[in-house]
């Protein structure tokens, strides 16, 4: 209860963030040129909260409904406009003032992402090298000439220093329509080698569904392959206390093989229930044999009953952080911003297209649970989801869907090539045609998330 309680709240801080960010481009844009506003609310329906400021007692209020918002101006075709204001109404502003306050909104999302990825690069990326841990055998990895301590440096010659920056780059290759990647990896010595690794089976819905690296045959190296097979706690009445295992044990050998670390430990157990185990540990300085016996759970797996022991430190050497000063960072900013508005309008083309199922098309539940999850695992994560969906937001809001910023420009180009404004009734045509296509876009991103909810 408590998780989805904080999704929900991680989603609403998010959505009143960037909606908040969204419509104050259009707020300030259209201020800026002499246009008067009337309202500006952050959520849709009847306001919770309201106040006015200002020489022109603007409206600024917050409403239930947080999946958008609005900037409100005066218009002739909302209602009357005195003789003395009509400079100020946006229906009579020039096609270029009109084009740059509808535009304002998603370019104020873009320049939010570069200051909020400029920010996670002054605090730093720490995380894990991309080294790998286990190649399965006759894998794609494996046919390449990969093996387990490899550290992927480069794909097609892109640094690359960590496990998100391989996926995107492998990402980039299959958006490409590369069937061959070049990955330099480094071993324990430093060597560096070239391996061509065809990537021609894989798809981008492998890297949607986060099993880009399970097709490759590679595991990565994580923190459970680091942590010893150390027991810091034996659950009473299990298999463990009964067989004799103690807090502090340090299992070394099973069945005359050696335990490399508590992963290797725990899935040898899994995969053996009600086997008689012949366990060598270290307690206090001394050998001695064991013989354990997982008991079977209902799902069939082994089960000893032991916690691993405390908090483990991963070593500095298997860890890498990205820090930069204040410019450095801020042009990282700009960098990743452009990067991920790439990605993001060529992902929509292969949807469109139908390169990529649109089943991966993610709505609020979707969205709100991830929101919930990177709150959990601290302020970059966090940062990183926050950037994403601002340069997601500035983009979508581009497209040329009426009803949407992008419409609007659409729309004023048309005018601009005519030399004349839409007939209402066109305007109006189009406008439902473009909800239409908005509603069943949220239709189907809503129906992907209760599928994943309820059958995945």
């Not at 229930?273 to 060598?280: F, G, H, L, V």
């Not at 969906?389 to 180009?413: A, E, R, T």
Request: glycine letters at 10%.
């Amino acid at each position: 209860m408590f998780s989805i309680i904080q999704a929900l709240f991680a989603f609403i801080f998010v959505i009143i963030i960037l909606v908040t960010v969204h419509e104050f481009g259009h707020y300030w844009v259209a201020k800026k040129l002499g246009i008067k506003i009337l309202r500006f609310s952050v959520g849709f329906g009847k306001p919770l909260w309201s106040r006015k400021f200002g020489q022109d007692q603007t409206e600024f209020c917050l409403a239930p409904i947080p999946f958008g918002g609005y900037v409100s101006m005066l218009d002739e075709r909302e209602g009357d406009v005195s003789s003395e204001e009509l400079h100020r109404a946006f229906n009579r502003q020039s096609l270029k003032v009109r084009a740059a306050v509808v535009f304002a909104g998603p370019l104020f999302n873009l320049i939010f992402a570069v200051f909020v990825y400029a920010a996670m690069y002054m605090l730093g990326i720490t995380g894990m090298k991309a080294i790998v841990g286990d190649v399965e055998l006759e894998s794609i990895a494996a046919r390449a000439g990969f093996q387990s301590g490899y550290q992927i440096v480069a794909v097609d010659e892109q640094p690359t220093l960590r496990w998100d920056s391989v996926a995107q780059a492998t990402l980039n290759g299959l958006i490409d329509k590369q069937t061959q990647l070049k990955y330099t990896v480094q071993d324990e010595r430093t060597y560096q080698y070239t391996l061509n690794l065809n990537i021609s089976q894989l798809s981008l819905d492998d890297v949607a569904r986060g099993s880009l690296f399970e097709k490759l045959g590679i595991m990565p190296l994580g923190i459970m392959d680091l942590l010893p097979a150390k027991v810091g706690k034996v659950v009473p009445d299990s298999p463990a206390e009964r067989d004799g295992l103690q807090v502090g044990d340090h299992i070394v050998v099973q069945d005359g093989q050696a335990v490399k670390n508590w992963d290797a430990w725990a899935t040898y157990i899994s995969q053996n229930p009600e086997k008689a185990i012949e366990t060598e540990i270290e307690r206090n300085g001394q050998r001695v044999t064991l013989i354990l016996t997982p008991e079977r759970t209902e799902d069939g797996k082994g089960r000893m009953g032991i916690y691993v022991e405390g908090k483990y430190q991963v070593p500095d050497e298997y860890l890498t952080t990205e820090h930069y000063g204040p410019v450095s960072a801020l042009g990282m900013g700009v960098s990743k911003t452009w990067e991920m508005s790439e990605l993001t309008l060529r992902l929509i083309w292969k949807m469109l297209t139908l390169q990529v199922s649109p089943k991966h098309i993610s709505g609020p539940i979707t969205i709100g649970e991830i929101a919930g999850k990177v709150t959990q695992k601290g302020i970059i994560s966090f940062l990183m989801f926050l950037g994403l969906i601002s340069v997601s937001l500035g983009i979508l809001n581009l497209l040329p869907i009426p009803v949407l910023d992008g419409g609007h420009l659409f729309m004023f180009g048309i005018e601009a090539i005519k030399g004349s404004p839409l007939k209402e009734a066109s305007e109006l045509f189009l406008q439902r045609i473009g909800l239409t296509l908005l509603l069943a876009l949220m239709g189907l991103a809503i129906y992907n998330d209760l599928f994943r909810l309820f059958f995945e």
